[in-house]
């Protein structure tokens, strides 16, 4: 089994053990004897066994030189069985804990490491409140990383608000009920996560807690956007922005922060000033490798569409940082560029139909996109229709190769919006276009003839108030 499988160290680097370590001996009889549990039963159960090993290094290694998952989850559960609580213990029990997280997620073992972190409030106890909040926060993160746990970390999540409060740990409450609130935003369920946050935030702000502070105040923004109430999405991240110049900020944040700026701007149609925000965004996530800097680097290429620089898309994606993320997301771009490039109706709808995944289930695009297809469709038919003072509607659903309701039902709105004048006669199916009313010279000269004598009359009645006086 590969030993980067098992990490000894508490941080991210793989530990390697000295090379003067000597092979410790097989497990005794009384050890493997029937009556203590398997490990299969030990990860389906999430339990701890009877018989515990001592916290130290070698018991560490005998789980790394473990034959299969299942017989390392055992020996770390064992480990942490151990009821010493010497400083040397206690920090073996904490990279056990490490392992055996890293373990239960690969092996997508969500109910089980919330398990884990039921059994272990007695060793909470025994440890910093620092510590705590670290390997709290560790194994949420894990069971985040399981795919289809969203209503697992909701539960989880609430589970350790109720301890924390119990606990008096007002520190890790705090970030806890943050993730919670996230973890509801992504679930649609917005009202329950603002009443969360409109409580939390209150607190923090009397704590002066900036970093968090920033943390929701972005996360506040992203709700009421959600919520489509762009003034107070606009509002909780101005805040977030003057929560983060009075302190330093992760590049991570900066970038997320950056994201939603653009977001916002892109929302008010303000597209290159949107760029710049998600420009500045791919660069903080392209420099640590963040997942989010292909988004960011989508965003881009959107705007671009948007502004009618659609030319400017293939040269960004062959750019020397587009090269890195190239995949279905700037693949849909591309095509959406090319039909934007083409004015083509019909080559639009076979790239959304193509990329349903990358353009309609990302709402930022999908809203955008929208618009950009109805002024697409308002051009074309303007540009069909105006040949003709009287057309059949069927004839201009075929030239544009689009169904007929739909073209009827674009056309009755762009009349009511006084894009053309006409009307349309349902009952033969015909379009009568009106040609444009021409407006005779002189009454516009009329009218600010009129305008003028009624100032005059008003200056003369002043005037003549001021001499009766």
Not at 108 to 115: A, C, M, Q, T
Not at 356 to 366: A, G, M, R, S, Y
Request: include cysteine; aromatic fraction near 6%; proline fraction near 4%.
């Amino acid at each position: 089994m590969d030993v980067d499988l098992f990490r000894l160290s508490y941080k991210s680097e793989p530990y390697r053990l000295h090379s003067s370590v000597i092979p410790l001996p097989p497990l005794s009889e009384a050890q493997l004897s029937p009556s203590a549990p398997s490990p299969q039963d030990l990860v389906q159960t999430g339990t701890m066994a009877s018989s515990h090993l001592a916290a130290t290094t070698e018991s560490l290694a005998l789980a790394m030189e473990a034959k299969n998952p299942f017989e390392a989850i055992s020996i770390l559960y064992r480990v942490l069985e151990d009821p010493s609580s010497s400083s040397e213990a206690l920090r073996m029990k904490e990279q056990a804990i490490t392992n055996l997280t890293d373990l239960l997620r690969q092996e997508n073992r969500g109910e089980d490491l919330r398990s884990l972190l039921t059994q272990l409030r007695p060793f909470f106890s025994l440890i910093p409140k620092a510590k705590t909040a670290k390997i709290v926060r560790g194994i949420i993160d894990a069971v985040a990383k399981i795919p289809g746990t969203s209503a697992l970390q909701i539960a989880l999540c609430k589970e350790m608000v109720q301890w924390t409060r119990a606990e008096k740990r007002t520190f890790l409450r705090q970030r806890v009920e943050a993730r919670l609130a996230a973890l509801l935003m992504e679930n649609k369920e917005f009202s329950e996560a603002l009443t969360l946050l409109s409580s939390l935030v209150k607190e923090v702000r009397r704590l002066d807690d900036k970093l968090l502070l920033v943390d929701i105040d972005l996360l506040e923004s992203k709700l009421h956007f959600s919520l489509r109430n762009l003034p107070k999405a606009k509002a909780a991240l101005t805040a977030a922005r003057t929560a983060a110049n009075a302190i330093y900020v992760p590049p991570a944040q900066q970038g997320a922060i950056d994201l939603q700026s653009g977001i916002l701007h892109a929302e008010e149609k303000d597209y290159k000033t949107a760029y710049s925000y998600f420009f500045e965004a791919f660069e903080s996530f392209n420099a640590l490798e963040d997942p989010k800097a292909v988004f960011s680097l989508k965003y881009m290429l959107l705007c671009k569409i948007m502004v009618n620089q659609a030319d400017d898309v293939g040269g960004i994606i062959s750019s020397k940082a587009g090269l890195q993320y190239v995949g279905p997301d700037l693949d849909a771009m591309k095509a959406v560029a090319d039909a934007h490039s083409k004015r083509s109706l019909k080559l639009f709808e076979i790239t959304l139909r193509d990329y349903k995944v990358q353009l309609e289930e990302d709402p930022i695009v999908h809203r955008h996109l929208q618009s950009l297809y109805d002024t697409l469709l308002e051009q074309n038919l303007c540009r069909l229709i105006e040949l003709f003072s009287r057309v059949e509607i069927a004839h201009i659903a075929e030239l544009i190769e689009l169904p007929i309701d739909h073209v009827e039902r674009k056309l009755s709105q762009m009349i009511l919006d006084k894009k053309f004048a006409g009307t349309l006669d349902q009952g033969a199916g015909c379009l009568i276009i009106f040609d444009d009313p021409k407006t005779d010279a002189i009454y516009p000269a009329t009218l600010e003839t009129i305008s003028n004598i009624g100032k005059v009359v008003d200056s003369l009645y002043v005037r003549s108030a001021k001499i009766m006086t």
